[in-house]
């Protein structure tokens, strides 16, 4: 009876794998079309001091508007792009689009770029990194790299040397969605860090769960400690910007400020004196 269970099995199994392996490759295969005729599009999303709420940088986010698919999120085609090798195009374009817009925006205010643990496997994102630079005029003090704790886990020999080399040539280095991985605490000594990202799943818990609030006041304690800023993803209420400002949170990014905007909109934002956000908040 099991044999025959386990056959049964396998038979209702399998067309549900091709079927997802199919719309996959199709997804691929999409994917490679819209990078070859650049129909990807980087939209920013301001990070915002706590204190004055004035914007310090934007961060970068893909977006890709398939014709008959519709708005496909991040969360859906960067796993695609990192399995079959498009991430390394696809991040260094995403780059090298962040660094020329963050050129035209006032002086003060960075650019804040995701990297995938698979751009670490490419053969020099060192290079690609400073050539992003050189070519844009970009002071390397206004980019900020955004990585997960899945770089520290994977090669983190190899990749400790990079983030190292990366540091040297002046721009600097944050941990995206700080909490959720598998890192220890002991990354964050070997690592160099320059600012902390409190996941956004912890924001969403402040004032729900008293947990929430005493690890996020942990983290920022321990960013104080090593002179490492924090900043809370996900802010989307009045509510959660008033605990993270007791908490000494340094900055803040969510709804509550401005979703992710096309470039042509967050230029106007960056330069305005007042925020339109700013009486709300
Ligand atoms: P992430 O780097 O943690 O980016 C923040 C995500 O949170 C973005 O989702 C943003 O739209 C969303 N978000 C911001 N504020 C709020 C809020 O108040 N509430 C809620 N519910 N969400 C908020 P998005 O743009 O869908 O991107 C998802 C993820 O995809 C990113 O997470 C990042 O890991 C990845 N991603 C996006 N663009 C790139 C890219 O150019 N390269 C790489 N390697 N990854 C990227
Ligand atoms: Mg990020
Ligand atoms: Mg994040
Ligand atoms: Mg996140």
Redesign the pocket.
């Known amino acids: 009876a099991a044999k025959a269970d386990g056959r049964r099995t396998r038979r209702l199994f399998e067309p549900a794998m091709d079927a997802a392996l199919q719309s996959r490759r199709a997804l691929e295969c999409d994917l490679r079309a819209a990078i070859a005729a650049e129909a990807l599009e980087?939209?920013y999303?301001p990070l915002v001091a706590t204190g004055d709420l004035a914007v310090t940088g934007c961060?970068?986010?893909?977006?890709w508007r398939h014709p008959e698919r519709g708005f496909v999120?991040?969360?859906a085609f960067?796993p695609v792009?990192?399995e079959t090798g498009l991430?390394a195009p696809?991040?260094e374009w995403?780059?090298r689009q962040?660094c020329r817009e963050a050129a035209g925006w006032p002086g003060a205010v960075r650019v804040?770029?995701?990297?995938?643990p698979?751009?670490f496997r490419t053969p020099d994102l060192v290079g690609t990194v400073a050539r992003a630079l050189a070519e844009s005029g970009l002071a390397p003090s206004r980019l900020e790299l955004?990585i997960?704790e899945q770089v520290m886990l994977e090669e983190s020999i190899a990749n400790v040397a990079v983030l190292h080399r990366l540091r040297a040539l002046g721009v600097r280095i944050a941990i995206?969605?700080f909490g959720t991985g598998y890192a220890s605490l002991s990354y964050l000594q070997a690592f160099p860090f320059d600012k902390i990202?409190i996941?956004?799943s912890f924001?969403?818990a402040l004032g729900r769960e008293a947990t929430a609030g005493a690890i996020v006041q942990a983290v920022i304690g321990l960013g104080a400690s090593l002179g490492i800023t924090t900043l809370a993803?996900?802010?989307?209420t009045k509510a959660q910007l008033a605990a993270l400002r007791r908490s000494g949170c340094g900055e803040v990014?969510?709804?509550?400020?401005s979703?992710?905007v096309p470039a042509a909109e967050i230029r106007r934002l960056v330069a305005a004196a007042a925020m339109p956000w700013m009486a709300a908040a």
């Not at 961060?59 to 977006?63: G, H, K, T, V």
């Not at 804040?112 to 995938?116: I, P």
């Not at 990014?253 to 400020?257: I, N, T, Y």
């Open positions: 980087v939209y999303q961060e970068a986010l893909l977006r999120s991040p969360g960067i792009a990192e991430i696809l991040g995403v780059l962040a804040a770029v995701n990297l995938s698979a751009q955004e997960t995206d969605d990202k996941d956004r924001t969403a993803e996900g802010v989307e990014q969510g709804f509550l400020f979703r992710p």
